[in-house]
């Protein structure tokens, strides 16, 4: 079981719909992440917030808008998405947003399909 | 700035060694190694820190060379639960954003 919980694991969806993924952890992590995952390939990082406050937006389309309500959740807000947005979303904790000396705990993602 | 794994994929027989690198073009301050089993989460494996230093986790080891910008990862009498794709990841350098390399599809068989 991983530390990082997210919901849904599965979610299909209209290109005209709005709907929103979330990402819950208890370890007392101060930052947060939110990546992008293709098929065979690496994941590739979207946002990520530290200390509630978002830090870093790898120029991600405007359909995509995250929130971080307390320092324990994260959502993704989804709209108007695009078929090739359709990947596996994962979201990811760590100590704080230095990434250079801690490990990222990662929850085991939410399977997006866009119609 | 995407770190370069070699070999793409690999498979061995249980019992069998692997080594795995991950090499850049940019200078490393340090250097993870995550495994990701098909539709798991990646799971982090160890950090190595510029120093030339050596990490072990079960029969899993690593080394970083900072002057060469390579890591290296040693699966040694490999098991089945090997089994899965391993990532190096680092930091852009300067910017805390986070990057993973190639990846390398390692299969065990029995």
């Known amino acids: 079981d991983t530390e990082v919980t997210q919901t849904p694991k599965h979610l299909v969806m209209g290109m005209t719909n709005k709907k929103s993924l979330k990402c819950e952890q208890h370890?007392?992590?101060?930052?947060m992440y939110w990546y992008k995952q293709k098929a065979k390939k690496p994941p590739e990082l979207m946002f990520v917030y530290s200390y509630e406050k978002l830090s870093i937006n790898e120029s991600v389309p405007s359909r995509f808008s995250p929130e971080c309500p307390n320092s324990s959740l994260l959502n993704l807000h989804l709209h108007a998405l695009q078929p090739e947005d359709s990947a596996l979303y994962l979201c990811a904790s760590s100590q704080d947003g230095d990434t250079r000396n801690q490990p990222q705990h990662f929850g085991d993602g939410t399977r997006l399909s866009i119609l | 700035q995407q770190p370069v794994q070699s070999p793409q994929a690999v498979i061995l027989r249980e019992g069998e060694d692997a080594v795995i690198n991950c090499s850049s073009s940019k200078a490393l301050y340090s250097v993870h190694w995550y495994r990701q089993k098909h539709g798991e989460a990646p799971v982090f494996l160890m950090i190595l820190l510029k120093g030339g230093e050596q990490k072990g986790h079960e029969k899993i080891s690593a080394s970083f060379n900072e002057k060469k910008q390579q890591s290296s990862l040693y699966l040694t009498a490999s098991q089945l639960s090997y089994s899965g794709t391993y990532f190096c990841?680092?930091?852009?350098?300067?910017?805390?954003?986070?990057?993973f390399g190639t990846g390398t599809r390692l299969k065990v068989l029995a």
């Open positions: 990841g680092t930091e852009k350098t300067g910017t805390y954003k986070y990057i």
């Open positions: 370890m007392g992590h101060r930052a």
